[in-house]
């Protein structure tokens, strides 16, 4: 297995899983890489390993270039086991390496693997000499975890960010313009959306920091590396990071004798008769973590559930946790659904968007049994009525 040169000796020595489908909870259809990188320097480098059962693809492609037993540092970015899975095997191999971590990451590596490593804790500001090359830490806290922090190269103008800027592609290739625009795009949204969401506050400082470096190359831990379009990642990361919507809807429903479907087309045909762009999504057919990349951008927020034993349907509740998970802001939520009797479902999607500090600019918009075109024909009209 080869090693990837992406850099005047800087290496990509990761691994690509190629069968992963469920990264937790998450469903990742093209599979991803895990992306550790080998600097040759003064001082031997590995930034970041992989998930440990690709313990021998990387080491592998490490003998690749250098003899493991040489390595002299192994930096940790982030103590999540998809990245630090080969710290035990690689510091065995490595016997006298030096591990780098930020503070939170020296505790969480300690709580996983119960070993007394040879520690070197860095904090932002902090930098090390290998040879030709510093490297310069920023902590990310939050960025996925509280011990996430970021190595820059300042000499290779090279960021190796870790989580951020990553996107769950397995592929050969491993730049960003080597695959087609629209499908990187698509997976770094889905990634934005069902893996950094919450912590948009967190992103914000770090987009700070990092928009006072010179770099021409993001090299993130899963995903493509980015050569170019770097100011556009960085974009959109601010517009992520600060909720900003566009007038899009998203429609999600599930239904039982398809009284909440009517209504879902009903408010789709709304929203596309005021010229929103829109989103029909049947929880039926479509994951919760495909919803959440929909929503991501879009300003309005429409569920729907038929009453079921007193509650919703079980994909709407699972999509309604997962969205209060990830707590989106700055929407608009419109709930709907049919009924018998009772009539519980619409209330509890309205509270699961009051958590989420949603506007409501609608309430109980339900329907009994089977809705005739009259009916249909208002709910339609109560919509356009109530989008500015
Ligand atoms: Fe890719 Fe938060 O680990």
Redesign the pocket.
Known sequence: MKALEIKKGVYWVGAIDWKLRNFHGYLTQRGSTYNAYLIIDDKITLVDTVKHYFFDEMLERIKDIVEPSKIDYIVSN?T?M??SGCLPGMMGIAKNATLICSPNGEKGLKRHFKKDWNFKVVNTGDSINIGRRNLKFVCAPMV??PDSMVTYIPEDKLLLSN?AFGQHIASEERFNDEIEWDIVKSESMKYYANIVLPYGAQVQDALKAVESLDIDMIAP??GLIWRSGIKDIIEAYKKWSTNTCDEKAVIAYDTMWHTTEKMANAINDAFTAKGIKTALRSLQEYHISDVMADILESKYICIGSPTLNNGIMPTVASLLTYMKGLAPKNRIGIAFGSYGWGGQSVGEIEKAFEACKFQLPLKDLKLQYIPDEKELGELKQKIINAIP
């Open positions: 982030h999540e998809d990245h996925h975890w989580d831990s899963h």
